[in-house]
């Protein structure tokens, strides 16, 4: 499979490139020349097939013609280690719970997948590295994060050869949960605790990859939420969710098939244009939400017909914090860049941090179902905006415990830690400290 840049303007690449990559010579975002359509029979029996062998089917039309087929199976089933289920929590709403992974949010999937992809095409037994000293790592992954990019990357990526991770955040910045989710882990992960903001972090990531001696010493790349192997594997839990509901649950067929509404809260649209990729492969959805918090710039563009970015603001929904949604370019390219199209099948809603406390009080009053801040934006644009015989499922982004304090204030309650997360919190903190200036980062790496 080849890729183009929505940009239009970068050289075809192939999905090796594409991934070691990230980003295109343009500064386009790199999109499949083609979307398989899955047979009709795949989804006629799809309710017979667990999770991996649904994800290596969907997986199999985007990358089967790129890696071996035993590779991929071992990469998807690798990837999905727990499960994504679908519960009702009331009539008609049904929530795609995507927290059950190892740092408890959606980006568990792609980063995992991610990882072992790029393992697959680094690594030495394919003859495409440089170097044959295995005590080396042949790549390394540069991510700055303002929380919980840096822990997803940091556990996909934790224990996979021949890569070694620097995962930067700002010193003081993230929450202690956050921090401990890439801090505790060791091995082949090494946090960076940057005395500066965000910012800071992500432009001395930036010096990195411009820095000629610093590239001749080591090879670095970025595991970038926009990566194709990052972004395409989310596609995967949604034609689960369809199996699942196919399978067990109460909606009649007839209903499943012609009234299945998908709501996605969304911040950077990575997840929900993975959701459309399912849609134009054949999964049955007849339309989509995208739930946005405050940061309401996609919301405005179904209105106006105008995208136009602008500064994000904060909010109770913090990784949906985003104000110039970079997967909006593989929207507009996917539907021919007509504004009609895009409204004929995604609606937008846009709440406030009030309307996310109100509605996590009310849901949790109603059904006895805890939401955390960004599935909260999910449930209240499918509680509003559903339709009489349509059935809507809205993706459960992170678990609520994640953000506990938030969480624990506006329900009134006191919400269990799971385990995993427990035992990320006891772990001992390694950190190595560093000042905002790239000399310092850059002698730092050099001596690696
Ligand atoms: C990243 C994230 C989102 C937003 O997903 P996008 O793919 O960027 O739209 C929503 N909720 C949580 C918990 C996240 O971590």
Redesign the pocket.
């Known amino acids: 499979m080849k890729y183009y840049s929505t940009n239009g303007k970068a050289p075809i690449a192939d999905l090796r490139k594409a991934v070691v990559k990230g980003l295109a010579e343009d500064r386009g975002l790199y999109m499949p020349e083609r979307i398989k359509k899955l047979p009709k029979e795949f989804f006629d029996t799809i309710e017979t097939k667990s999770f991996q062998e649904i994800a290596y089917t969907v997986a199999d039309a985007f990358f089967g013609e790129d890696v071996e087929a035993d590779a991929l199976k071992k990469i998807v089933y690798d990837t999905l280690s727990f499960d994504c289920p679908v519960v009702k929590v009331k009539d008609n709403i049904y929530t795609l719970e995507l927290f059950h992974g190892p740092t408890l949010?959606?980006?568990d999937v792609g980063a995992r997948f991610m990882a072992r992809l790029l393992q697959y095409f680094t690594s030495d037994s394919r003859g495409t590295s440089s170097s044959r000293d295995t005590s080396k790592p042949s790549i390394n992954v540069l991510v700055a994060t303002s929380g919980?990019t840096g822990s997803a990357v940091a556990n996909g990526f934790l224990g996979v050869e021949g890569i070694h991770v620097y995962v930067l955040y700002p010193k003081g910045k993230v929450s202690k949960i956050q921090e401990s989710q890439f801090t505790t882990l060791g091995k082949n992960i090494t946090a960076v605790e940057v005395d500066g903001v965000f910012d800071d972090c992500q432009a001395l990531v930036k010096s990195a990859f411009m820095d000629e001696e610093l590239n001749h010493h080591m090879k670095l790349t970025s595991a970038n939420?926009i990566n194709v192997a990052r972004f395409l594997p989310q596609a995967f839990y949604y034609f689960n969710a369809y199996a699942r509901m196919k399978e067990t649950l109460n909606p009649p067929l007839s209903t499943l098939n012609s009234q299945l509404v998908i709501c996605v809260?969304?911040?950077?649209?990575?997840?929900?244009c993975s959701a459309l990729f399912g849609h134009e492969m054949g999964l049955p959805v007849k339309r989509f939400i995208a739930a946005n918090n405050a940061n309401d710039i996609f919301y405005k563009y179904l209105q106006t017909g105008k995208y136009e970015p602008k500064a994000s603001v904060q909010t109770l929904?913090n990784?949906?914090d985003?104000g110039d949604p970079s997967n909006f370019a593989r929207i507009y390219d996917l539907y021919g860049k007509s504004h009609e199209r895009i409204c004929s099948l995604i609606s937008g809603a846009t709440y406030s941090d009030e309307q996310i406390r109100e509605t996590m009080r009310q849901c949790y009053a109603e059904t006895g179902y805890i939401l955390?801040p960004?599935g909260a934006c999910g449930y209240r644009a499918l509680q509003e905006g559903l339709k009489d015989n349509e059935v809507g499922v809205f993706c459960e982004?992170?678990h609520p415990a994640k953000f506990k304090e938030t969480v624990d204030n506006i329900i009134g309650g006191d919400i269990q830690i799971p385990e995993r997360l427990a035992a990320f919190m006891r772990g001992k903190k390694q950190s190595v400290e560093m000042t905002k200036n790239f000399d310092d980062f850059k002698a730092f790496l050099m001596s690696r």
Do not use: R
């Open positions: 949010a959606f980006k919980d939420s809260p969304s911040g950077n649209f990575g997840n929900i929904a990784a949906m985003v955390d960004h982004t992170a």
